[in-house]
């Protein structure tokens, strides 16, 4: 029988394997596979933000098959329609009824790739699937697997052409991840590797294979569930949140949903680093991520250049942290 003490051992034993077996076709981007196994346990959706060629989709592909799970991509254009997302009833000549023809947010991980390239009606009919796991199609609900997580990309410097995601979408996502170049130590590596025959349409022959089941994510989730947020750490995530909405270099601030996701992300991260508690410190190491599409800036303010972070790091900085 599964005991709380070994919660942190069973999480933290999970993410060696899968970062072992990321490791194989990625290289530099530890912080961000760190961050991407968090919101996959705390059952959120993840925003991958970064120049092309960083490697955002193959993230998400080797971390698709690392965990056993299916991976469909949709690449976001202008002209994409919500039935090329959700799917659409088809007329059956043969039969004379119509049949569900499901798109490709039926699958377990989906990569709705430069996102900010669809129109609003289009980013919108992720919404329910994100939010509620589930689909509407002419009037007929249909449910998606429980482990279904978006990660979506976008480009922050090409702005022609594309559709800015509404801040009730943002708020979806549990992360918002900048992938940024490697290191030159790193970039160095990867060149070898392709020097060596290194093909990313073909990961299994890297060494990338799946490493844990369906069964043994859900366990380790609902264990995560149980690891200990004493009441001043509690207060403390509130404080944090609350501080955001007077912030004057701020239009908008946090909501409590920002609050709630930061309490799950922080104590999926105190079990990966082993611990059966939280600590203002699990808070502070996964605040940026969590909090940063969640704010609106001050037009003053992003004028000066000040950025997201940085008003996130003030606030980090200010608010007294509980003993």
Excluded: W
Excluded at 134 to 140: F, L
Excluded at 214 to 222: K, S
């Amino acid at each position: 029988m599964t005991t709380e003490r070994s919660v942190p051992r069973q999480a933290s034993d999970l993410a060696t394997r899968v970062t072992g077996s990321l490791s194989k076709a990625i290289v530099g981007h530890d912080a961000v596979i760190q961050q991407l196994l968090v919101a996959v346990l705390a059952r959120g959706h993840v925003l991958l933000e970064g120049v092309p060629g960083t490697a955002k989709t193959l993230l998400v592909k080797a971390l698709s098959i690392s965990l056993g799970m299916e991976f469909k991509r949709a690449q976001m254009t202008p002209d994409l329609m919500p039935s090329d997302i959700l799917g659409t009833n088809v007329f059956d000549l043969a039969s004379q009824t119509f049949h569900f023809r499901p798109g490709p947010i039926f699958t377990t991980i989906m990569l709705a790739d430069e996102i900010n390239r669809a129109p609003a009606k289009t980013q919108s009919a992720l919404l329910e699937g994100m939010q509620e796991r589930q689909v509407t199609v002419d009037g007929e609900r249909h449910v998606l697997p429980e482990n279904f997580t978006v990660f979506a990309t976008q480009n922050p410097i090409e702005y022609e052409g594309t559709y800015p995601l509404p801040e009730a979408q943002l708020d979806r996502f549990t992360f918002k991840l900048l992938v940024p170049y490697p290191e030159s130590e790193a970039e160095d590596e990867l060149l070898q590797r392709y020097s060596d025959g290194f093909d990313a349409d073909r990961l299994e022959e890297a060494g990338v294979t799946a490493v844990t089941s369906d069964e043994e994510l859900g366990r380790v989730r609902r264990e995560i569930r149980g690891i200990r947020a004493e009441p001043p750490v509690l207060h403390y995530i509130g404080e944090v949140v609350r501080a955001t909405r007077t912030n004057p270099n701020l239009v908008l601030g946090c909501s409590p949903r920002a609050g709630v996701m930061l309490l799950q992300t922080s104590k999926t991260l105190a079990a990966l680093r082993g611990r059966e508690f939280l600590t203002p410190d699990d808070v502070k190491a996964i605040a940026l991520p969590t909090l940063r599409h969640r704010l609106i800036l001050r037009p003053e303010a992003d004028i000066e250049g000040l950025s997201p972070d940085q008003v996130i790091e003030g606030v980090l900085a200010t608010v007294e942290v509980p003993r």
